[in-house]
T-cell receptor, first 113, second 111 residues
Framework: DGGITQSPKYLFRKEGQNVTLSCEQNLNHDAMYWYRQDPGQGLRLIYYSQIVNDFQKGDIAEGYSVSREKKESFPLTVTSAQKNPTAFYLC????????????FGPGTRLTVT | DAKTTQPTSMDCAEGRAANLPCNHSTISGNEYVYWYRQIHSQGPQYIIHGLKNNETNEMASLIITEDRKSSTLILPHATLRDTAVYYC????????????FGAGTRLTVKP
């Protein structure tokens, strides 16, 4: 089955620790995205990548970092500099960054205490 | 991207048509209307999109007014599984990095 996988579904960390969220797709999509969602709100774009080895900041990139070493993978690191890291994180991909719809993974719910 | 306005919540009876409105009065000529939905604690799911003409697929129909300042998503025979938050998004076709998800409309389908 083709799709986007995010693991784990739930993640717990202590404050001050960096944590990396996994996102893998086997759809052969060039573009990938990371969004953050807070309770009762819409999605906000953190980072996006239109091609391997290239990525751009979204609206709320501070405190986050990404890499795109492989087409299939776009991991997101939530650093200790992110002041309010507890949220629902969603990864998405699209055929390219131009005009196609985005396909979303199931999300990772991160709780930092 | 043009700002969209959607009602916060709506109810619909199971088996009836659900009509979800969206206002986008400042839409530009090169901006498309996209609809996604998000079932609780899952990733959003693409439903449909359009530019000027009405569109229909296996999930829904999209009706765009002639002046393009508003649109309506129609789920023809709503089921309990259609209970979700529905997002109306307006964006230019050539920029997938400009997807702006607002708060959406929480649709509750009732038996």
């Amino acid at each position: 089955d083709g799709g986007i996988t995010q693991s784990p579904k739930y993640l717990f960390r202590k404050e001050g620790q960096n944590v990396t969220l996994s996102c893998e797709q086997n759809l052969n999509h060039d573009a990938m995205y990371w969004y953050r969602q807070d309770p009762g709100q819409g999605l906000r774009l953190i980072y996006y990548s239109q091609i391997v080895n290239d990525f751009q900041k979204g609206d709320i990139a501070e405190g986050y970092s990404v890499s795109r070493e492989k087409k299939e993978s776009f991991p997101l690191t939530v650093t200790s500099a992110q002041k309010n890291p507890t949220a629902f994180y969603l990864c998405a991909s699209s055929i390219d960054g131009v005009g196609y719809e985005q396909y979303f993974g199931p999300g990772t719910r991160l709780t930092v205490t | 991207d043009a700002k969209t306005t959607q009602p916060t919540s709506m109810d619909c009876a199971e088996g009836r048509a659900a009509n979800l409105p969206c206002n986008h009065s400042t839409i530009s000529g090169n901006e498309y209307v996209y609809w996604y939905r998000q079932i609780h604690s899952q990733g959003p799911q693409y439903i449909i999109h359009g530019l000027k003409n009405n569109e229909t697929n296996e999930m829904a129909s999209l009706i765009i007014t002639e002046d393009r300042k508003s649109s309506t998503l129609i789920l023809p025979h709503a089921t309990l599984r259609d209970t979700a938050v529905y997002y109306c998004i307006v964006r230019v076709s050539y920029n997938n990095n400009d997807m702006r998800f607002g708060a959406g409309t929480r649709l509750t389908v009732k038996p």
